[in-house]
């Protein structure tokens, strides 16, 4: 059950850091650094409350899925996230891409489980807010990194 959802969720921080680079942000490196490590961090308590094996997020399908899908150019979430950065709607930026990017729908449906568990994920949360329209790009980007925990 945890490469399942680890397959699913690396998608939601993956699309976070496409965010900086649409951003075109100072310290882009850093600041994508700091997206991975907080929604890394917010997936272990999620995932792990959802029955994920803790010792999964430390594999292939796990951290090492993540940070692939955060940092390539061929990511589709990575991309979406990318476009919205630069200031597209999210229908804008679906409708520039042919193929799904499945962030979306995970940030949605992590969201849905997590609150259902009685949990409030800070970085999925903001993501979502970005999503729906309710937050702007550099204040979801702020919320999400300032939700890691350490």
């Known amino acids: 059950m945890g490469a399942e959802?680890?397959?699913a969720y690396k998608n939601t921080v993956?699309?976070?850091c496409g965010l900086v680079d649409g951003l075109h942000a100072k310290g882009g490196d850093n600041l994508k650094a700091a997206l991975v490590l907080a929604g890394f961090s917010e997936g272990m308590m999620l995932l792990d409350a959802m029955g994920a094996?803790?010792?999964t997020a430390f594999?292939?399908?796990?951290?090492g899925d993540l940070y692939v899908t955060s940092t390539s150019p061929r990511s589709r979430n990575r991309t979406l996230g990318e476009k919205l950065g630069s200031g597209l709607s999210l229908e804008e930026s679906q409708g520039e891409m042919h193929m799904v990017a499945e962030g979306v729908r995970a940030c949605r449906m992590f969201n849905n489980?997590?609150?259902r568990l009685g949990m409030e994920p800070p970085f999925?949360?903001?993501?979502?807010g970005l999503l729906d329209g309710s937050i702007e790009v550099e204040e979801a980007v702020r919320r999400m990194v300032d939700s890691y925990q350490g």
């Open 59 to 63: 594999g292939p399908a796990g951290i």
């Open 113 to 115: 489980r997590a609150r």
């Open 14 to 16: 993956a699309l976070a």
């Open 5 to 7: 959802l680890w397959g």
């Open 124 to 128: 999925l949360e903001a993501l979502g």
């Open 53 to 55: 094996e803790p010792s």
